[in-house]
């Protein structure tokens, strides 16, 4: 009988384990069903997590049923560009090389060789050269035509996608082919970058009614630094003889947000709104305001501007101007009020979006947050309107055609010898117009074009000979109106060849003190402002 019931017991314990074993099974089973669903409800439901598994499931489906060979990256590239390219034209991603880009602005430092730079029909002009840069100790010069570098022919490309291939690491090798003036075979140049400073103020300096005249192109790191350091070297040691003090933005793109608001506390005495930022979420929502004393005793303060100077650039206009502070010289500035971040993601690349919207004392915003399109923006107006004549349709002309440096750089010494307005500078004006003519410049206007295309028009068809002639008669009128340009702009040619010629045999500093801060419009007009003579101005 225990035999018996031992046996039973031993038969028994499986059929047990069995049936608790279904049970609890059963239980997951239902369990994993209510979770699948729920996980399967929640991810159709939660839209950011639905659309990139609409992407997954698309790659997968033709990864499984498409006949022919594609590039899932490539797929991947584009289906992230079509994104970016819905929102606005300061979102962007960014390869890992323009990633790069971004930490040289953020570290105020960069690998190249040290010049700038400008588009070419041939390739990048160098405009101006380093003393201290690896491209001077070479022998580059400015004017030169860098229409190669190492293998990639820089003929129509974007000097800003340019500037890559001519940074890179420190100690990193860089091969350039260069076209210069007067020679008919080009030159290489091996060269080796170098880790060189931003410069951002090429120039500040006392003009000869002593203003403090300074020159902004970035707001890059370092920028508040360098200005500070300006203030005390000029303004101090002249704080009791100093008139007024031009704060020059033209073409400035802007840079570092803390830069500009930085700057501008320079200027400011404590509690006025520099600039506010305003964007979706809460962290987002910030206000900056001035902390110290105006570091230059409340003199006046011009800040030229021009449909060139954004961003930052912007930040520290409108809050000189909107407290009151200072006035604006120019033209109506670009037109960007908005603040991008920067995202890095593993593999070197990153990307920058726009997340807010800046504005100024009384809510004055850039980017009017009721606008439709987020990226449109009229600008700051000045408060005296004054157009660089460097952006008149002639002068752009003439210096695209590179004549003005190439006649410069043939008589360097004796053209930096003379004053542009003195006596000698008719002379060297109708050497200069032989030479062009010569070089076969021909400058044609619009209204030039509009007139030969009347012309065209009264020869066809059955146009009565008094229209034809009066046609013609307008052509010739427009012609010669586009001959007379070159005496129109005689001053702006003369001042224009002395500046280039000061520059290139003394440098920068020298070409600004006596080329450019006697005779350039907006200058006299500042100060003319600080001394309260403008009724001359306008005479």
Do not use: C
Request: net charge negative; aromatic share 10%.
């Amino acid at each position: 009988m225990p035999a018996k019931e031992a046996e039973d017991k031993v038969t028994s314990a499986p059929e047990k384990i069995s049936r608790e074993s279904f049970v609890w099974g059963l239980a997951l089973f239902f369990t994993l069903i209510l979770m699948t669903t729920g996980a399967t409800y929640f991810i159709l439901s939660e839209k950011n997590l639905y659309y990139p598994l609409r992407l997954s499931y698309t790659l997968e489906y033709i990864r499984y049923l498409y006949p022919e060979d594609y590039d899932a990256n490539r797929l991947i590239d584009l289906a992230r560009e079509a994104v970016i390219d819905k929102l606005d034209r300061y979102s962007g991603y960014l390869e890992p090389r323009e990633m790069d880009r971004v930490d040289e602005e953020f570290s105020g430092v960069y690998g190249g060789i040290g010049i700038t730079i400008i588009g070419h029909e041939r390739g990048l002009m160098i405009m101006s050269v380093r003393e201290d840069g690896p491209a001077s100790r070479k022998g580059l010069r400015t004017g030169d035509i860098i229409i190669r570098a190492d293998t990639v022919d820089l003929a129509g490309i974007n000097p800003y996608r340019a500037t890559y291939l001519l940074r890179g690491p420190a100690g990193s090798k860089l091969g350039l082919t260069i076209a210069r003036q007067h020679l008919e075979d080009t030159l290489t140049f091996d060269l080796v970058r170098e880790t060189l400073p931003l410069i951002h103020i090429p120039y500040a300096g006392l003009t000869r009614n002593n203003s403090v005249y300074i020159r902004i192109i970035d707001f890059e790191a370092g920028l508040t630094h360098d200005l500070a350091a300006v203030l005390d070297s000029l303004y101090e040691p002249n704080r009791d003889s100093v008139g007024g003090i031009i704060l020059d933005l033209r073409g400035n793109p802007g840079g570092l947000l803390e830069e500009a608001y930085r700057s501008a506390d320079l200027f400011l005495d404590g509690g006025h709104l520099i600039v506010g930022i305003k964007g979706r979420s809460r962290w987002f929502n910030v206000a900056y305001h001035s902390s110290g004393s105006d570091r230059t005793n409340n003199t006046p303060i011009i800040v030229v501007v021009d449909d060139g100077s954004a961003s930052a650039a912007e930040i520290l206009a409108g809050a000189l101007k909107y407290a009151d502070r200072a006035v604006l010289v120019g033209d109506t500035t670009f037109g960007k009020g908005l603040v991008q971040e920067y995202s890095g993601h593993t593999d070197g690349s990153g990307l920058r979006l726009t997340t807010s919207r800046y504005y100024f004392e009384g809510g004055i915003f850039l980017n009017d947050p009721e606008a439709e399109v987020i990226d449109s923006a009229g600008g700051i107006p000045p408060d005296y309107f004054l157009r660089d004549i460097e952006t008149e349709a002639f002068p752009l002309a003439l210096e695209n055609s590179g004549l003005l440096r190439e006649f410069a750089s043939g008589y360097r010494d004796e053209l930096a010898a003379y004053a542009p307005l003195s006596a000698g500078s008719a002379e060297w004006f109708s050497r200069f117009m032989s030479f062009a003519d010569e070089k076969g410049f021909a400058y044609i206007s619009k209204t030039t074009e509009l007139a030969l295309l009347v012309r065209e028009i009264a020869s066809m068809g059955n146009n009565t000979p008094p229209t034809t002639s009066q046609a013609e008669k307008i052509f010739e009128l427009a012609v010669n109106n586009d001959r007379d340009q070159f005496d129109r702009y005689r001053d702006y040619i003369s001042q224009r060849l002395f500046q280039i010629s000061l520059e290139l045999k003394y440098g920068t500093a020298r070409s600004y003190r006596e080329a450019i801060l006697p005779y350039r419009a907006d200058i006299r007009f500042a100060e003319k402002y600080f001394n309260n003579d403008l009724e001359s101005e306008s005479n």
